[in-house]
Structure formats: C-alpha cells, structure tokens
C-alpha cells in the first residue's frame, strides 16, 4: 500500500507531458488576430530551408507585374536541390514561375523571380529583409531567395516570424490563391509543365488551406501550413520536425477543438449608442471572429471610440471598434459614417390658413 501511495504522488509532484511533437521549435497562430495558441521555443533562430519562399512569393507580389514574361539567364545554372528544371533562354510568366517556386520549391525559379524583380538576387534579398522589419519579424535575416545554405550560413528565423509572415501573406488574395493549390499547369516558349505540390497535409487534413515545405541537412524538415474550420483560422510552423505532417494534423485537431470561435463584430447588426451625432448610420465593412475557450468567453469584450467632427461624409472613417481579451487587443476593425436623409414632414395647412389664401389671391 505504501509504494502504490508514493508512486501516485510522485505522478503529481511530476506529471508527465502526454502532448508531445518531434520539432525542436513550433507555433500556433490564429491568423485572425495573431495570438500564440501554442508555441515550443518560438523566438529561437534557426536555419529555415525553403519556407523562406514564402517571403519570396509575397514581395514578388507586392513589388512586380505577375503578367511579365521572364527571360531566363545563366544565373539559374548557380541553383541546385529542389528545381522546376528551367532552361536558359526560357520564356515564362512570372506568375507561373511563383506556382513553380511554391509548389516544387524550385531554387532555379527562385533565382529567375528575384532577378526579375529587382535587377539581381542581392537587392531582392534587400527588400526581403527590408518587409521582414517593417512586419515586425524580429528574428529573421534573409541571405537569399530559396533557402539553401551552405557551411551553417543561410537564412535564418523563428517559428513565430515564419507565422506573422504567414499571418500577413494570406490578407493577400493573389498569395491566398497560390497558397492553396496542389496542382498546376504553365506554357513557356520551350515546353509545358504541369506541376503537383509537395504539401501531403492535404490529403491528410481536409481543413487544410496551404502550406510550404523545406528540407536541407543543416536545417532538416521545416513546414509552414494553413487550415480553417468553422470560422477559426490558423497557422503551424514547426521547424526541426521530423514527424512534420502527422505533428501539423495534431496541432490543429488539438486547437480547433480547444477554442470557440465567437463573432466578436457582425457587420450585418453593427450599433453603436451615441449622442453626439444626429441623422448617422455607423457601420463596419467585416465580420471579426474571436478564438477563445470558455473560461476567456467572459473576459471578451468590444470597446467603441468614435471621433467628433464638425462636418462629416459618406464613408468617413470615423471611429474604431476594438475586440478586447482582458486587457489584449485582438482586432480592431475601422468604424464609418453614412448620412441618414430625414424627409422633412409637410405641416398641414388648417382651415382658417385656407380662407385667408384664398381671400388674398383675390
């Protein structure tokens, strides 16, 4: 009897971690407000492999023409691993190159969009590393546009900078789109491709949205992936994983069950109690859902600040709508101001009133 007590003490004074994951490093993100669900040693830099083309396809996206056609140079002869197999002298949209780049990972695709977008790889690489600062990735420094490495020197990030990234490329549709694929087919002037992704998390996982894949031996397996499901939205990255795709289907299963998605602002039956101004309709252009478990449902709150001006117009922005956790801000969503025309009631003439209009139109 003694021994059965002190073995079940010891299992509290030391319990064990029943949920585990293979990756050195990981995060789960709610793409909607950008709070850590989860998260194992998420500001620790390591190498990240081809998850960096995420940076690549979004600044691709933001800084260049996608209809553009690429001419192919001998720069992409420096590439080597995971290609899409261009060859020199090759013409090809640059938008395809971007499904090549995502869906094979192709390095020679890498090379041939940064060339194109900036003149040459270095000041491509400059505006990867520019948008990674102005996005907040603290930890995060980009030597080149695909990923390899070479000697322990490449590109560098955390799991929580690989998932703001993410956050802020799927507000983008064009990256949505790409993202989301598994299948794609282009034409260049030299031949047809017809590629598939590397991404097994959508046969394994139907919530899934998109993903990226990385491998080098100095980095080992890192993977970036998307899912939804009734309303909640998130992101995993995990890097040094190497049971990545099983620990990815985990995650969301564990977090998708975990939280409650609550809409926090409905566009449709948005009202705001105010006094200051007359003859205003307020209004919101999104729905916002909040994730929260039951115990935070009671501490989720909305605070409205309007702002007072003398003249106003149709469209105006004129206050925020701010979803509160506690004391955290998890969204905040623009207020706008449409004005209400109030027809004016016609005063009704009385009887004496028409005697004297008509004795004086005599």
């Given at each position: 009897?003694?021994?059965?007590?002190?073995?079940?003490?010891?299992?509290?004074?030391?319990?064990?971690?029943?949920?585990?994951?293979?990756?050195?490093?990981?995060?789960?993100?709610?793409?909607?407000?950008?709070?850590?669900?989860?998260?194992?040693?998420?500001?620790?830099?390591?190498?990240?492999?081809?998850?960096?083309?995420?940076?690549?396809?979004?600044?691709?996206?933001?800084?260049?023409?996608?209809?553009?056609?690429?001419?192919?140079?001998?720069?992409?002869?420096?590439?080597?691993?995971?290609?899409?197999?261009?060859?020199?002298?090759?013409?090809?949209?640059?938008?395809?190159?971007?499904?090549?780049?995502?869906?094979?990972?192709?390095?020679?695709?890498?090379?041939?969009?940064?060339?194109?977008?900036?003149?040459?790889?270095?000041?491509?690489?400059?505006?990867?590393?520019?948008?990674?600062?102005?996005?907040?990735?603290?930890?995060?420094?980009?030597?080149?546009?695909?990923?390899?490495?070479?000697?322990?020197?490449?590109?560098?990030?955390?799991?929580?900078?690989?998932?703001?990234?993410?956050?802020v490329a799927m507000q983008n549709e064009t990256f949505r789109t790409i993202f989301k694929t598994?299948?794609?087919?282009?034409?260049?002037?030299?031949?047809?491709?017809?590629?598939?992704?590397?991404?097994?998390?959508?046969?394994?996982?139907?919530?899934?949205?998109?993903?990226?894949?990385?491998?080098?031996?100095?980095?080992?397996?890192?993977?970036?992936?998307?899912?939804?499901?009734?309303?909640?939205?998130?992101?995993?990255?995990?890097?040094?994983?190497?049971?990545?795709?099983?620990?990815?289907?985990?995650?969301?299963?564990?977090?998708?069950?975990?939280?409650?998605?609550?809409?926090?602002?409905?566009?449709?039956?948005?009202?705001?109690?105010?006094?200051?101004?007359?003859?205003?309709?307020?209004?919101?252009?999104?729905?916002?859902?909040?994730?929260?478990?039951?115990?935070?449902?009671?501490?989720?709150?909305?605070?409205?600040?309007?702002?007072?001006?003398?003249?106003?117009?149709?469209?105006?922005?004129?206050?925020?709508?701010?979803?509160?956790?506690?004391?955290?801000?998890?969204?905040?969503?623009?207020?706008?101001?449409?004005?209400?025309?109030?027809?004016?009631?016609?005063?009704?003439?009385?009887?004496?009133?028409?005697?004297?209009?008509?004795?004086?139109?005599?």
């Amino acid at each position: 009897m003694k021994k059965l007590v002190v073995l079940f003490l010891l299992f509290f004074v030391f319990p064990v971690n029943i949920f585990a994951i293979s990756a050195d490093k990981a995060v789960v993100m709610d793409l909607n407000s950008g709070r850590v669900l989860y998260d194992l040693n998420k500001d620790e830099p390591q190498l990240i492999a081809s998850i960096t083309k995420i940076m690549t396809c979004l600044v691709t996206i933001m800084y260049s023409d996608l209809d553009k056609i690429v001419v192919v140079d001998e720069d992409i002869l420096q590439a080597y691993g995971s290609s899409v197999y261009l060859e020199v002298g090759e013409e090809i949209k640059l938008i395809d190159l971007l499904y090549g780049l995502m869906l094979r990972s192709g390095n020679d695709a890498a090379i041939a969009v940064a060339k194109t977008v900036a003149g040459s790889v270095d000041a491509f690489v400059y505006l990867m590393n520019e948008y990674a600062a102005t996005i907040g990735m603290k930890n995060t420094h980009f030597v080149n546009p695909h990923g390899l490495d070479s000697n322990g020197v490449g590109n560098t990030s955390t799991a929580y900078d690989m998932a703001l990234l993410t956050k802020v490329a799927m507000q983008n549709e064009t990256f949505r789109t790409i993202f989301k694929t598994q299948e794609y087919s282009a034409k260049s002037n030299l031949k047809t491709y017809h590629w598939e992704g590397k991404n097994k998390l959508f046969s394994m996982y139907p919530y899934t949205t998109g993903g990226k894949t990385g491998y080098t031996d100095a980095a080992r397996r890192t993977l970036v992936t998307t899912a939804s499901k009734d309303n909640k939205n998130l992101v995993v990255v995990t890097l040094n994983d190497g049971n990545d795709f099983n620990d990815h289907k985990s995650l969301y299963e564990t977090y998708f069950s975990k939280y409650d998605s609550v809409l926090a602002i409905d566009k449709n039956n948005f009202q705001v109690n105010d006094s200051y101004y007359q003859d205003v309709e307020f209004y919101v252009k999104k729905d916002y859902y909040a994730l929260v478990t039951d115990e935070e449902k009671k501490d989720l709150k909305l605070n409205i600040t309007l702002y007072q001006y003398d003249d106003i117009y149709d469209g105006i922005k004129i206050g925020e709508a701010k979803v509160m956790l506690g004391d955290t801000v998890l969204h905040i969503e623009s207020i706008y101001a449409k004005k209400i025309e109030v027809k004016k009631e016609e005063k009704k003439e009385g009887f004496f009133s028409k005697i004297l209009r008509w004795f004086s139109s005599w």
